[in-house]
Every structure is written in C-alpha cells, then in structure tokens.
C-alpha cells in the first residue's frame, strides 16, 4: 500500500458515498474496491457502507506512514455535508491481517449488531467479532437471481453460511430451501435472518453438518430443482476448492429434478471459471454451462477471472 494513492481513494471514496445516497441510501454496499487492483497502491483497502455504519478495512498491515494518513483522510470525511446528513452513526476501521481481525472505531458510536437491507430485504450482522460481518456483498446480483429463479421450486443451498441465498429464495417464492453448513452459528444467524423478513420457517432447514457426511441426509430430502454451491476457497478439516469440489459435482445427477439448475461459485482470485466449467464436463456431463452472472459494477476488476465466477449449469 502506498501513501502517495490515498488522496485517490479519498476521491473516489466521497463520490461513492454519495452516490450510494442519492440512489440507495437504505441499503449496503461497497463502497471502494482496492482488491480488484484498479487503483494502483490501493490494492489491500476496501470500504462498506452498512446502512449507516462505515466499514474501512485493511487487508495488510499498513506503514505508520500510511496509517496515520489514512486516518487523517477518514476523519475529514466525517465533516463532508453528505456524511452529516447521512445519519452515519460510526466509522470503523478493520485490520484483518491482524489476529482476530479487531474493528478501531475511529468515529461514532460502533452497533456490534446492526439490522441492514440489500434489494429490500433484511440481514443482520456482526461486527467485530469475526473476520467476515455475514454478508458477502459481491453475490448481491447472484442473490437476485436465485430471488428471480426462486418460485415454486426446491433448493438445495450448500455451504449456507448465514442463509443468504435462503432468504432471497424464500423472498421470491420457493416451495421449500434446505441450507447446509457445518457452522452451526452461521445457520442460527441464516435462521434469524429469515425470521427478521417475516419468512415461514416452515419452508426451510438448518442441517448444521459436515457435507461429505451427510449425503445420505441431503438425499433423502431432495430432489431439488436448483442447487446452490458456494464453498470457501478452504476450510480447514473440512474441504479443499481444488481437491474437493469434484466430489460435490459428481453428486449432482442424483440429487437434481427432471430439468434442475446449478449454481456453483468460485470466489478464489486464482481458479478461473475454466476450472468449474471443465470439472462439470467431466464429473456431471449431463449438465451443461449455461451461463455467468455478472459482478456488481462496484467490485471491477482489472482481471474478470480473479473476482467472483457465479456460474449457472442446467440438465
């Protein structure tokens, strides 16, 4: 990260913000996107505006040098008109490569929990406590497809997390959603998602299990007319993107409807969307690539390959 860059991510960061105030000022988004490498020195830095909260994170640890600047930068947001007719209520700073990724609340007062809204529906957070707040705001467009996709059918949604995909589908009409995830507090925060948006708890399930141990389960449950499969790039004693994924897909035939979709992501910057295209090709050939989801525009970057690959695949 180098000093001399952040006078242009002071720049953009204001026209962002008030962009997003004048076109959705009630939802999270991102804000500034150094990780898609557009902005030179900047590459390690991203900002989140969540529905009056700021979130600034650093993804390496930054020089003094460039830490007090950035601070400097950040406080004189605070006193732009847009901030101050905002309803901000706090800036917080993240530093993630340090242990725990602790949050600094550099202004305000910081809401460890806060309620925020993307495409009208609601989501509850956390805040410094873990790495990640339980949103992840690149799959806001896939989000919204799976919302257009949704009614009527059975969904499988692998590696659940908070149940995003659940509540968008719950939103746009599903029969029923079945989440799987082996964190058992991610599927308690996926619940209370659903619960903040009025959803019929009824329609879905929380198998809070580890996936390859549990086929016979999700099975029995099916078939399902869309399959979600967003896994982390890695999870430790658990699964591998480039070892395991394969085992996933060779599953799908067996666990789909007469004329079923996928939707399998890969969010690792170095595994093309080649990668899912010809492992599908091999491990389910019945299903064939229909499509990529588009990115959301604010998370450009410099190489498509490296950023989200949302791709849908049909029987």
């Known amino acids: 990260m180098d000093t001399y860059a952040l006078p242009v991510f002071y720049r953009q960061l204001c026209a962002a913000f008030e962009q997003a105030q004048d076109e959705h000022p009630d939802e999270i988004r991102r804000l500034f996107h150094g990780r898609g490498r557009c902005w030179p020195g900047l590459e390690q830095l991203t900002a989140d505006w969540l529905d009056g909260q700021l979130l600034v994170s650093l993804f390496k640890e930054p020089t003094s040098e460039f830490l007090t600047e950035l601070n400097t930068l950040l406080h004189s947001l605070t006193e732009q008109d847009a901030w101050q007719q905002s309803g901000a209520r706090a800036l917080v700073l993240q530093h993630r490569s340090r242990e725990g990724a602790p949050v600094e609340v550099l202004w305000g007062t910081l809401e460890p929990r806060p309620r925020v809204r993307e495409q009208g529906l609601h989501y509850q957070l956390e805040l410094g406590r873990n790495q990640n707040h339980g949103l992840f705001l690149d799959m806001r467009l ?12 059975r969904i499988l949604n ?21 989440n799987l995830d082996m964190a058992r507090a991610a599927l308690s925060r996926g619940r209370d998602n659903h619960r903040l948006n009025r959803h019929d708890l009824g329609k879905v399930a929380f198998l809070g299990h580890e996936l390859f141990k549990s086929w016979g389960k999700v099975r029995k449950l099916g078939p399902y007319d869309l399959i979600i499969i967003d896994p982390p790039s890695f999870q430790k004693g658990s699964f591998a993107l480039t070892q395991d994924y394969h085992k996933i897909l060779r599953r799908l035939p067996e666990l789909l409807s007469e004329n079923g979709q996928v939707l399998a992501c890969v969010n690792d910057p170095n595994v093309p969307s080649r990668f899912l295209i010809d492992n599908m090709a091999e491990q389910a050939p019945a299903l064939h690539f229909v499509e990529r989801l588009d990115n959301p525009p604010e998370f450009a970057d410099i190489d498509p390959e490296a950023g989200l690959k949302a791709l849908v695949f049909g029987l």
């Open 142 to 153: 896939g989000r919204r497809w799976v919302r257009q996709q949704a009614r009527g059918l």
């Open 158 to 178: 692998l590696f659940a997390y908070t149940c995003g995909f659940s509540v968008a589908a719950i939103e746009g009409g599903a029969e029923q959603v079945v």
